[in-house]
């Protein structure tokens, strides 16, 4: 059974940073693509950072470009979102993904592709 626990949210203030961590249990975690989302409230869910399964290939939401960085673990069945030069408008709640790539295609901006979700945590950068 496909399990994910995520950690690390919070309360922050701008300019800080804070880090994101997933744990995945219940399959090959070294196959499938990840990728970190977020939704802000009365907004729809957008995807942040996504990272292909052996972590080669990474992809940024134009607006954390250089100051988010994703990144995962195979060994340890994890992947992270090291969030820096935090701004009031990343508040949100973020989610984990996971994407099987079943076409073979990355298309990491595409929610439909992505077969489980974590919980959530939420996000709160106050001004």
């Known amino acids: 059974q496909v399990h994910f626990v995520q950690s690390g949210g919070g309360l922050e203030q701008a300019g800080g940073s804070l880090r994101l961590s997933c744990v995945a249990t219940?399959?090959?975690?070294?196959?499938?693509?990840m990728g970190w989302f977020r939704q802000a409230p009365g907004q729809g869910r957008e995807v942040v950072a996504a990272i292909t399964q052996s972590g080669d290939k990474t992809y940024y939401l134009d607006s954390v470009k250089g100051r988010f960085t994703i990144s995962r673990d195979n060994a340890k069945n994890m992947v992270y979102l090291q969030m820096n030069s935090l701004k009031p408008e990343d508040t949100a709640v973020y989610y984990c993904?996971?994407?099987?790539?079943?076409?073979?295609?990355?298309?990491?901006?595409?929610?439909?592709?992505?077969?489980?979700w974590g919980q959530g945590t939420q996000v709160t950068v106050s001004a």
């Open positions: 993904a996971a994407d099987y790539l079943h076409d073979g295609v990355w298309a990491p901006a595409r929610l439909e592709l992505y077969d489980y």
């Open positions: 219940g399959f090959v975690f070294s196959e499938w693509a």
